[in-house]
């Protein structure tokens, strides 16, 4: 069970490649290689959800034990992070539904605030994995 927390951040860093390159080769018209991306992205997400659910629900809750400067921005990163977290799923499924049925003007629209959020979500999720487990081991 103690490898679930570095596969999740891996999960979570994956997203975050796939994001970019999504975007890069949207950029381009690269469509075909921007629609890879982003479905790989979705796919690493729901992978970590899903591993994420399973290690809390048998490890319970994580600890951020250090003091100071570190724990005002562990914290800062995670009251932003979580409340993204939870409006990112719908997003991401609508985003990708309209998509699917080649909706790309509403796609766009969606994609515009879905893209960033999410971005910032497997970004923070990551980090959010190094404060907990490599930087401040122990808490």
């Known amino acids: 069970m103690s490898f679930q ?17 999504g975007f890069y080769f949207i950029r381009k018209r ?3 290689a921007h629609r890879a991306c ?3 992205a979705a796919a690493c997400s729901t992978l970590f959800l899903i591993s994420y659910v399973i290690y809390h629900s ?6 951020f034990a250090v003091q100071g400067f ?4 562990y914290f800062g990163i995670l009251f932003t992070h979580t409340p993204l977290a939870v409006i ?6 609508l985003t990708l539904r309209r998509a699917l049925k080649a909706d790309f003007t509403l796609h766009k629209r969606l994609a515009h605030w879905t893209w960033p ?3 910032y979500v497997s970004v923070t ?12 081991p122990g808490t």
């Not at 927390?5 to 994001?19: D, H, I, K, R």
């Not at 570190?70 to 921005?73: F, V, W």
């Not at 999720?125 to 401040?136: E, H, K, P, S």
Request: glycine share 8%; net charge positive.
């Open 5 to 21: 927390p570095a596969l999740n951040a891996t999960l979570n860093g994956l997203a975050g490649c796939c994001l970019l390159a």
């Open 30 to 32: 690269r469509v075909a």
């Open 38 to 40: 982003m479905l790989t």
């Open 58 to 63: 048998q490890a319970g809750i994580t600890r």
């Open 70 to 73: 570190p724990r005002y921005l």
């Open 88 to 93: 990112l799923l719908p997003l991401v499924i």
């Open 117 to 119: 959020v999410w971005m």
């Open 125 to 136: 999720g990551v980090l959010i994995y190094f404060m907990l487990y490599q930087w401040f």
